[in-house]
């Protein structure tokens, strides 16, 4: 059994331009609930101890208080703003850490990662160092450079999800280095830093609201 | 403006093992309609003179016709069987195609195609002889090899869907092939012969309906 400190930093950058929506998308009312409410349920649902971080750009703070209000939601959070690169945004949050804990940083917009999901990933980052669920691609796969496309053998390909959990001293350490274009998710900081990945199995419900088909989805997930 | 004739090759080779269902997936109804109905629709409803071809394993004959006479299914198409693999089952199609046509090849459990895809895929492959619709990654992707994982760029990888859709003699000839286990669709039959494929931009929506989650996807995007 492992007693270190867990954090959640659950990060939520979104402007809603995407969806065709004024309201950021993590804010969007789905089963009565705004999305990031949610996605913070399931981390304080899986346990309750858990510090959790909440990094949103600075000009939805005053938004995000009077839904607080509006939905009496009671679960403690930290509230920081975020950078204008996801990278920022986490090295904002990781601010109120500290470096002998675990820490998953997660998208705002997964309100659907399971307990499952979030045990084996803990369980792995405790052992090993590091921990990101990952599902297998369900379609077939092409690569596109320099204007041709080929096929590839799509068992090789994983879809990574998050949370993504570290050890906090290798996340630290990792995010010291300078921002690269490259860094699409933590695990890819993590990895430039020369520490392996650890791969677990993520569920497919644990989907990221981008489109709206999406939010159709976690319409349906979200009301079971 | 061209007149050739189109055909639809629809493949449903599906046992329903992976939905944890006795029904074969493709037998599912969903919005009050078998799945595969759903899906032959959607190309009638393109061109009312496609000439349609359903693959079908053997077994699962009588079945279908019990549920065209339950559903007062009136749509004409020819039912012929499948074989063990895609490949064969694709090649049994074949036979009730001519070779200065066009055949788009279709998965029997993508019931969401939109009118649009299958606009763009056949006049491309008017134009340039092959045309399949991509989709891009909405995920960061790893790439597994010899228990080695490494982040890719996913702006380079795209997600493959069907209709796939080809001048006649070039895939017919692609057909010719010896089966490999490396085909995993059309688009790799006939690139391995030597074809370029042409990429053209899928709906979102056509999804393959796979895992339980699809159903449920499926279950909301069918009934609006």
Redesign the interface.
């Known amino acids: 059994m492992n007693h270190k400190q867990k954090y959640a930093i659950i990060v939520a950058g979104g402007s809603g331009k995407r969806m065709g929506n004024e309201v950021p998308k993590q804010f969007l009312e789905v089963a009565g609930l705004p999305i990031l409410m949610h996605t913070i349920n399931c981390f304080f649902s899986f346990d309750s101890e858990i510090k959790i971080v909440v990094v949103l750009p600075a000009s939805q703070h005053s938004y995000w208080n009077k839904l607080i209000e509006k939905h009496s939601f009671s679960i403690q959070h930290q509230v920081t703003k975020g950078g204008i690169e996801r990278f920022y945004s986490v090295l904002a949050g990781l601010k109120f850490t500290d470096s002998d804990s675990l820490i998953a940083i997660h998208d705002g917009v997964r309100p659907l990662v399971s307990k499952k999901t979030l045990e084996n990933c803990f369980a792995t980052a405790i052992s090993k160092g590091s921990a990101i669920p990952?599902v297998p691609?369900?379609?077939?796969?092409?690569?596109?450079?320099n204007d041709v496309?080929?096929?590839?053998?799509?068992s090789?390909?994983?879809?990574?999800?998050t949370p993504q959990i570290f050890q906090a001293e290798i996340l630290i350490n990792a995010y010291k280095q300078e921002y690269d274009c490259?860094f699409?998710?933590d695990?890819?900081v993590v990895?430039k830093a020369g520490n392996p990945?650890h791969?677990v199995e993520g569920n497919?419900?644990n989907i990221?609201i981008?489109?709206p088909?999406d939010l159709?989805?976690a319409?349906?997930?979200l009301q079971k």
Chains 1, 2 share one sequence.
């Open positions: 990952v691609a369900t379609e077939s796969i092409r690569k596109v450079h496309n080929k096929a590839v053998n799509r090789h390909y994983f879809m990574v999800q490259t699409t998710d695990a890819s990895e990945i791969l497919v419900e990221k981008t489109r088909i159709k989805i319409e349906i997930l």
